[in-house]
């Protein structure tokens, strides 16, 4: 490894000679057409024609290292069958958050017959009024929409389901069926008191990835991957409901699991590797690297720049071991050596924190603070105080001197 003096200065250049940028690009397979461009050929056509949608693929059981598993496309649900499978159906999507917003255009795009319920007058309103939901015609207060709706695609905030459901309930009567994009209220509901009636399907499709990706992909004629759970069966036919569902707000890719697998595996993600983790890694070592005399320019590059820029694009696109075969020898046998030290520190605290998403204590915390009436300037004063950790200040200034940085 050169000397720490002259990898700092080369830092920012160290990122792409490791690992160059454009290995980094995923190349995905084509879809066979862009629904959200047969959809809207499909709307403005007078009568519905036929989609041209080559069903060259379909429902497969896939080997993932060893394990059989059954995948859903999008295939099997021509934008025509869509229509037609939900032709007596009315979706009540109700919220207005970021899923709220994605899957609602997107099952609009496709031709569904769709309207949104939200508290009237609050943020929601005014921001389903900007996408062209109308007052009266497609957009209510939420008991009117739920009236209206076959499907109730229940996407308030986790606190807000179960602070509500109490005036939802009897509103979810024989015949509906109801929807989440979570396995939150239903598996913890002796904390969220979300209990369904007996007498209706109850399902879950939920997309791996935020609202404003659900839209953008489906734009782009591609499709998230989401996960579909069934909770209760009572047609017979909610399994295929929730496929069809998966496909008609943007999925492309629908894998099954059931609600508890789906929550405790969210919850625990989140709170570990994909969030909370990695920030605690990244934290301890740039804090080390301080410690030890290093400047903040070059802890963070050596933290978080080379991390972000170039090698986690790396595992994306290809895998671990593609990585470390991108980085010099000296890397690959250091990292190799500490990689199982890292494992065995890191897996108790794992161990630990799945014990506390499974036993609801995470549930219990996120209910407690999200109804709280100063929520969201509790929560902002808390990622303000990150924005002002000196790794993340640093982190401004080197950002700047991206080639391709935007203020
Ligand atoms: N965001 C993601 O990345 C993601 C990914 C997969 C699944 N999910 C799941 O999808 C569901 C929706 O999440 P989200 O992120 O889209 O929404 P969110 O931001 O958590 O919730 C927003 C909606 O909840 C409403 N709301 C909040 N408190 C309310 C109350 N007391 N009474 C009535 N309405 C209230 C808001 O309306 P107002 O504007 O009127 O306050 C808004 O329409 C959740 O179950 C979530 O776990 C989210």
């Known amino acids: 490894m050169a000397s720490i003096a002259t990898r700092s200065a ?15 690009k995923v190349s995905r397979p084509a879809q066979s057409a862009s629904y959200s461009l047969l959809a809207a050929r499909s709307a403005a056509a007078s009568t519905p024609r036929r989609a041209t949608v080559e069903s060259v693929r379909g429902i497969k059981t896939l080997d993932f290292a060893g394990s059989k598993e059954v995948i859903y496309e999008r295939s099997d649900w021509p934008l025509a069958k869509l229509q037609d499978y ?18 609602g255009l997107n099952a609009r795009d496709n031709g569904l017959n769709v309207i949104v319920g939200v ?14 939901w109308v007052p009266g015609e497609t957009l209510f207060p939420i008991e009117e929409a739920i009236k209206r709706g076959t ?17 939802v309930a009897p509103l979810i009567t024989p015949g509906k069926t109801l929807y989440f994009s979570h396995g939150f209220s239903i598996v913890y509901k ?64 629908l894998y099954e699991t059931t609600f508890e697998k789906e929550v405790y595996s969210d919850l625990f993600g989140e709170r570990g590797v994909l969030m909370g983790g990695i920030q605690g890694m990244f934290l301890a070592q740039y804090k080390v690297l301080r410690e030890n ?10 933290t978080v ?27 690959r046998r250091g990292a190799l050596d500490w990689a199982p030290i890292f494992e065995a520190a890191n897996k108790p605290v794992f161990e630990k924190l799945y014990e506390s998403v499974k036993n609801g204590t995470e549930t219990r915390k996120a209910l407690e603070f999200n109804s709280r009436d100063t929520y969201r300037q509790d929560l902002a004063k808390e990622l303000k105080e990150i924005d002002e950790q000196e790794i993340w200040r640093a982190g401004k200034t080197v950002r700047s001197l991206r080639p391709d940085y935007k203020p």
């Open 86 to 103: 939900f032709k007596n159906d009315t979706l009540a999507l109700i919220g207005y958050g970021s899923q709220g917003h994605g899957q």
């Open 151 to 167: 499907i109730i695609m229940n996407l308030l905030s986790d606190a807000a389901q179960s602070s509500t459901w109490p005036t």
């Open 293 to 302: 005399g290093h400047s903040p320019s070059e802890a963070f590059n050596e």
């Open 305 to 331: 720049e080379e991390a972000t820029q170039s090698l986690y694009p790396l595992i994306g696109a290809k895998g671990m071991d593609y990585m470390y075969n991108a980085c010099s020898t000296t890397a």
């Open 10 to 24: 080369q830092a920012i250049r160290a990122t792409s000679r490791r690992a160059p940028r454009a290995a980094a």
């Open 190 to 253: 002796d904390d969220t008191h979300v209990v369904p009636p007996p007498d209706v399907d109850v399902i879950l499709v939920a997309p791996k990835g935020s609202g404003r990706t659900v839209r953008t992909l489906f734009k782009e004629g591609r499709g998230i991957n989401s996960s579909i759970a069934v909770w209760q069966d009572v047609t017979g036919k909610a399994k295929e409901k929730a496929v069809a569902l998966g496909v008609a707000i943007g999925s492309g890719y």
């Open 119 to 132: 508290r009237e007058g609050g943020e929601s309103w005014k921001q389903a009024q900007e996408d062209g």
